[in-house]
């Protein structure tokens, strides 16, 4: 049986046009857009430039508009420089030695080129490129500046070029790098929780299981038992094995790659061991303060109950790291057919002055996700309107 807040998450993702992949590949698509047209733009305007000073010197008009031809076929190549880059770049490298439009041009196809191929790929385009520039003054006698102060201007702006073309392709493989290592720290945050999860359940399910194996022991060696020590033993079991399928429920989807090799870890204290944890933490010289209005926190599941106190125990460890010497809110509610509900808040690190910061790796939060994911509930985090970071988990408690 699915829950209401269940269905409800469930449709929430299902209303979601794009996921984050597609998303991103469309902001991509749209800034690579813009790029393109923002280059396109720039050829033309230093086309017309070059037209306009070759119309002011009264260049005869077969070189201008074969100058001006070869500078407009150049922004219209631009369009293409990033299916084929050397391509791009080759061409408008060699209309640069005669048309002093396309050699402003050949500056973007030089910056793009160093954008999308390595450096053993561009070095001999580029070198060409910046040949073309000293060859130009021998084609173009006719041009405003000397030959040697041209030569010199076309060789400086290709290697500024080059410079910043490299140097944003460093800077993408610096992000690509980043992002992949922070997705392999999440995987692995998520596949250790997953591992701990396992581990606490061996113990829990061994403790079950054996009792169902102790009651029905009993019942084979006692037939003649008077019915109410039946009875009772058959409550013990079914209860027994109703708990068993709980847990089972958390444990589905949780892998092991070696469980024969691990020695189990003690089972993580019950919702029960809440004041325990506030009163350590107060020990240490936080100030927490707690409303949880339930009146008999044994009476929460156990794995709902071990999930939420693992919850808390992380938000008392993030507040403590990051907002040491503030106060910080800790709530549990609800009731047997609606959940439980767990929430701990405290200031923004932004608002604490003096309080010294302890290092982390910022995945607890994501192995608590993956944790209330698998049993069947959902966890938020992020900061609020009123300058607070708020951690909250809803889990399920069956009725």
């Not at 269940?6 to 698509?29: C, I, Q, S, V």
């Not at 076309?154 to 980043?178: E, F, N, P």
């Not at 708990?243 to 993580?268: C, F, H, K, S, Y």
Request: glycine share 10%; net charge neutral; proline share 7%.
């Amino acid at each position: 049986m699915i829950s209401p807040a269940a269905g409800l998450l469930e449709g929430t993702h299902r209303d979601l046009p794009h996921g984050p992949d597609e998303a991103d590949h469309l902001r991509r698509a749209r800034r690579d857009w813009l790029a393109d047209a923002l280059f396109f733009v720039l050829g033309i305007v230093f086309t017309l430039l070059a037209f306009v000073d070759g119309v002011d010197r009264q260049m005869p008009a077969v070189p201008l508009m074969v100058d001006t031809g070869l500078g407009v076929v150049s922004c219209l190549l631009l369009w293409w420089r990033r299916r084929w880059p050397v391509g791009v770049a080759v061409i408008i490298g060699v209309f640069s030695v005669y048309s002093l439009a396309a050699a402003g041009v050949a500056l973007a196809a030089v910056f793009s080129l160093a954008v999308h191929r390595r450096f053993a790929v561009v070095a001999p385009v580029v070198a060409g490129v910046a040949a073309a520039s000293l060859a130009t003054p021998l084609f173009r006698p006719d041009t405003s500046m000397p030959g040697w102060a041209q030569a010199l201007l076309g060789v400086v702006c290709v290697a500024a070029a080059l410079a910043w073309g490299m140097l944003i392709r460093a800077r993408r493989q610096l992000t690509r790098r980043s992002a992949s290592e922070q997705e392999l720290r999440i995987s692995q945050a998520r596949q250790a929780e997953r591992h701990r999860i396992a581990r606490e359940m061996h113990d829990v399910l061994a403790h079950r299981i054996s009792l169902l194996s102790l009651h029905a022991g009993a019942l084979e060696l006692r037939p003649d038992a008077p019915p109410d020590e039946i009875s009772r033993a058959a409550g013990v079991i079914r209860d027994s094995a109703h708990q068993v399928l709980e847990d089972l429920r958390e444990i589905i989807g949780v892998l092991r790659t070696d469980p024969a090799g691990d020695i189990p870890e003690r089972p993580q204290p019950a919702l029960a061991g809440l004041p325990m944890l506030i009163d350590e933490a107060r020990a240490a010289g936080m100030q927490v303060t707690l409303d949880c209005p339930l009146a008999d926190l044994t009476a929460v599941p156990a794995a709902t109950g071990r999930s939420a106190y693992r919850i808390i125990q992380e938000g008392l460890t993030n507040a403590r790291k990051h907002a040491l010497g503030n106060e910080v809110s800790v709530t549990v509610q609800g009731r047997p057919g609606a959940g439980l509900a767990v929430e701990v808040s405290n200031p923004l690190p932004g608002n604490i002055s003096g309080a010294p910061r302890i290092p982390g790796t910022g995945t607890g939060l994501v192995g608590l996700a993956e944790r209330a994911a698998l049993s069947g509930g959902r966890l938020e985090h992020g900061p609020t309107a009123n300058g607070e970071f708020r951690l909250w988990a809803w889990l399920p408690w069956p009725a």
